[in-house]
């Protein structure tokens, strides 16, 4: 373990700062639309990046905003055709219905 104030110490402290908060599966499905279950099999299957931390998953506000910006549709700066949400497999569909992405 790095002693306090070390340049380790510091190096890790800046690199959870750039992170942003940690969320919760429920916390992410509530900012995209989909299910709590959803946000999980994502993560589970290398669709969505996040952390398993003490066997809790967690999901860092930077990573969420690029995972969102490469879905964005139409893309921006011309770089390939983007990747659409309502393309990823729904595994528990709100109101009984798959959820469909607002453009």
Known sequence: MAAAGSRE???????????????RAREVAELVGFR???????????????????????????????????????PTGGKGRGRDLAALPVSEPLGGRRQEVER
């Not at 110490?9 to 969320?23: H, K, N, P, V």
């Not at 959803?38 to 860092?60: H, Q």
């Open 36 to 74: 709590p279950g959803t946000i999980l099999d994502w993560f589970e299957s290398g669709k969505l990046p996040g952390y398993r931390i003490s066997g809790r998953v967690r999901f860092a506000e930077a990573d969420l905003r690029g995972w969102i910006e490469e879905h964005r549709f139409p």
């Open 9 to 23: 110490e510091t190096s890790a402290i800046e690199s959870t700062r750039r992170l942003g908060r940690l969320l």
